[in-house]
């Protein structure tokens, strides 16, 4: 009885002082290694993505799981910025974009408190992680090591789902936990969040990617077809159109690329309709299939549903943003914590104060036309040189990138940005650098070279 207790007292300061060890463990692989950093990041979303209920821990300050990743991104980021002086390896528009949101994070501390830093969290993850990845070299296979991270994710996320789809069936006490996630009513329930749903059409995309360009990736092809069914059964009408845009997007990259790759993609789109007729052929999943087909009608709808309250919602915070009359409110937005209230509508006297849906509107009060000029701008520079390895053939992943992008962007109209996206705007931040290194080293090349002549135009 007496090593029973003594162990019982023991154990607990064992168990955190391994913890903390391994935590300093983490932090130090961190200064190096991008690939555990983005291992984590994966965790972290599988582990919140797996959860029916927000995970935290309450320590005078909520803190959830993305949080411990930022506090472990954070020592390793200021080494690699100050200790490895990658300063310069951070594009300048990212520069500017994380000044105009710590500008309103302090000013939205002074004046809202914790209800700035619960509004800011998921811009500066974003911004954090990307920033952090981009301090490392890029090249083709750096890319190609961190896109497998998508695959990864999108299987967990795809596991998740069929495994609640099949409870939520045979157990009618955890369907009613489900209802509670998911109120929409639809018959086949939303089982994960459309950000999920949206990792889950990047997975596709690479999948999809690996299947025309590598031929030894033979478990590609099951992949998408297990990814795309998913991605319909989830039924996020925005990432549907996310995904089709990525889609045309990867098409048409890949014929920029070679020959005969867009058709072998269109056959495997084809592929994944077969699969999808046929599942509604056999009239066994008949309440999913009808569920799916009211989803679809409901995004065509230009009279109902949320696309159309979304829509209204954007017109009136942007009425408001323009009607403001603030010179700081135009330039960089309105502080974090500051809310989005506003009326349902102009004749309604309810007001409503959730989340624009829109990236481009958050933006515009979450940093005014500085951040949101800032953003595309860094976006511009993405797609410039995405385009610029397209026509020179030297980056054999910058078809899927491009893609990616592509579906982000349209992703963001009804939604914003997550933590999860950190690993394409990294290796977008990163690419940009490469490409402007590269542009002086081949300048200061020429310049040098004695037997560099002036060019000559023709007539």
């Not at 965790?43 to 935290?56: G, V």
């Not at 497998?148 to 994710?153: S, T």
């Not at 056999?282 to 709808?301: H, L, P, Y």
Request: overall charge positive.
């Amino acid at each position: 009885m007496e090593i029973i207790t003594y162990l019982s007292i023991v154990l607990p300061f064992v168990i955190v002082f391994i913890v903390a060890l391994g935590l300093c463990a983490l932090a130090v692989l961190l200064l190096n290694s991008a690939t555990i950093a983005m291992g984590l990041m994966a965790a972290t979303l599988l582990l919140e993505t797996s959860s029916l209920k927000p995970l935290s821990l309450n320590l005078g300050l909520w803190i959830y799981p993305p949080d411990l990743l930022t506090i472990l991104l954070l020592p390793a980021f200021f080494y690699r910025l100050v200790i490895l002086k990658k300063i310069d390896a951070i594009p300048r528009a990212w520069w500017v974009l994380g000044a105009v949101w710590m500008l309103l994070f302090v000013w939205g501390l002074t004046q809202y408190g914790t209800a700035a830093g619960v509004d800011c969290r998921p811009f500066f993850y974003l911004w954090l992680g990307a920033a952090y990845l981009s301090t490392f070299e890029y090249d083709e296979a750096f890319a190609r090591s961190f896109l497998k991270f998508f695959m990864i994710m999108g299987v967990g996320i795809c596991v998740i789902a069929y495994y609640r789809w099949t409870m939520g069936a045979i157990d009618n006490e955890f369907r009613q936990d489900l209802e509670m996630l998911d109120t929409t009513g639809v018959a086949l329930l939303r089982v994960v969040p459309a950000s999920a749903a949206f990792i889950v059409t990047c997975a596709m995309l690479v999948a999809a990617f690996q299947a025309v360009t590598d031929q030894s990736r033979r478990m590609a092809w099951p992949l998408v077809i297990l990814f795309g069914t998913s991605v319909v059964a989830m039924q996020h009408r925005s990432v549907w159109m996310a995904a089709i845009a990525g889609f045309i997007a990867l098409a048409l990259a890949l014929q920029q690329l070679r020959a005969g790759a867009g058709s072998k993609l269109f056959s495997m789109v084809f592929g994944v309709i077969v699969v999808l007729v046929l599942i509604v052929a056999s009239g066994r999943f008949q309440g999913a299939v009808n569920s799916v087909e009211d989803q679809a009608e409901r995004a065509t709808s230009t009279t109902s549903g949320t696309f159309v309250g979304r829509v209204a919602g954007w017109q009136t915070l942007l009425k408001m943003w323009m009607g403001s009359g603030s010179a700081v409110t135009y330039l960089v937005g309105k502080p974090f914590g500051s809310g989005y209230e506003r009326y349902a509508s102009e004749t309604s006297g309810e007001k409503i104060g959730y989340m624009p849906h829109n990236q481009y509107v958050q933006l515009l009060y979450r940093g005014g036309l500085v951040g949101l000029i800032a953003f595309l701008w860094t976006v511009g520079q993405g797609m410039r040189s995405l385009w610029d390895k397209l026509r020179r053939k030297d980056d054999a992943m910058a078809p899927l990138l491009f893609a990616m992008l592509i579906a982000h962007l349209i992703y963001y109209i009804p939604y914003g940005i997550e933590y999860s996206q950190m690993i394409l705007f990294g290796l977008l931040l990163g690419m940009i650098t490469s490409e402007k290194n590269e542009s002086k080293v081949t300048v200061r090349s020429l310049k040098l070279s004695p037997t560099a002549k002036p060019l000559k135009l023709g007539r």
